[in-house]
């Protein structure tokens, strides 16, 4: 598992989230050298200083949309200032119990911003790592932070597919299975870009069925979401 060698604190009322390599560190500097030599790289793989730009300028652009997002109170060489969002984590709150409430707010939320997405053809207003940890709750309303992956080379709709599959995946592996089905079923009243939905399950089990989960584990993988989406849908459909 690759990770994020960034440090967060809070001093008062005031966020600081500095920026530092990714783990493993020779991968890391490898795709650096690749990015300035002109091969292009997914954001993660940008070095400390252009993903602080790439987050910052992310920040500004959501906010200039009236997207809920901390605020910057001031950007140094290697560290970001935010205003701090006193709430809680998607991924606290869910540890505790399941508010449907809360999910039916999650999936319209990201219904407006990819409507927003296509619309002004802007496909950094999805959230690429958009598991549980990095969208907050906070007077009734959702927040998003960590804005530090993407593939700026790509179109929109790949973008969207990308956020959907990792919001569903984190969301869906802690609940039960009528759990998910419940989930998955509002996701599909308020999300309307099924062409997303259909290129999400396609892309990961191709035309065939018979597509084997390469896992030995019991962890929720984006295979088990691929096949819950297809079934989800077709029995929707029969009905
Ligand atoms: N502006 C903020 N206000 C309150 N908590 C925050 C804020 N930014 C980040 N956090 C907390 O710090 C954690 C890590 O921050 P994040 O930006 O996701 O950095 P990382 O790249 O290390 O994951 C988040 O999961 C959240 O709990
Ligand atoms: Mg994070």
Redesign the pocket.
């Known amino acids: 598992m690759s990770l994020?060698l960034?440090?967060?604190a809070?001093d008062g009322e005031i966020?600081i989230?500095t920026?530092g390599p990714k783990t493993p560190l020779w991968r890391y500097y490898i795709r650096c050298v690749l990015d300035l030599i002109g091969v292009k790289q997914p954001v993660e793989y940008y070095n400390k200083y252009k993903r602080l730009k790439f987050?910052y300028q992310t920040l500004g652009l959501w906010n200039s949309y009236g997207l809920n997002v901390?605020n910057i109170i001031s950007k140094k060489d290697t560290a970001l200032h935010?205003?701090?969002?006193?709430?809680q984590?998607l991924?606290?709150i869910f540890a505790e119990s399941i508010d449907f409430d809360l999910v039916v707010k999650i999936f319209s939320d990201l219904n407006y911003r990819h409507t927003l997405a296509f619309k002004h053809n802007e496909p950094r207003l999805c959230h690429i790592?958009a598991n549980l940890?990095?969208i907050?709750y906070c007077n009734h309303k959702i927040?998003h932070?960590?804005?530090?992956m993407g593939r700026e080379y790509e179109p929109v709709n790949l973008w969207a597919q990308r956020e959907v599959s990792k919001l569903l995946v984190s969301l869906l592996k802690t609940f039960s299975s009528k759990e998910r089905k419940k989930v998955l079923s509002i996701f599909c009243e308020e999300y309307q870009f099924k062409n997303i939905i259909n290129s999400l399950v396609t892309s990961k089990l191709g035309n065939s069925k018979k597509v084997k989960k390469n896992k030995h584990s019991n962890e929720y993988v984006l295979y088990d979401l691929a096949l819950d989406l297809q079934n989800h849908m077709s029995s929707t459909n029969e009905n």
């Open positions: 994020s960034n440090t967060v809070r966020f989230k920026y987050e901390p935010l205003s701090v969002i006193k709430g984590t991924s606290c790592d940890r990095n907050m927040f932070i960590d804005f530090e």
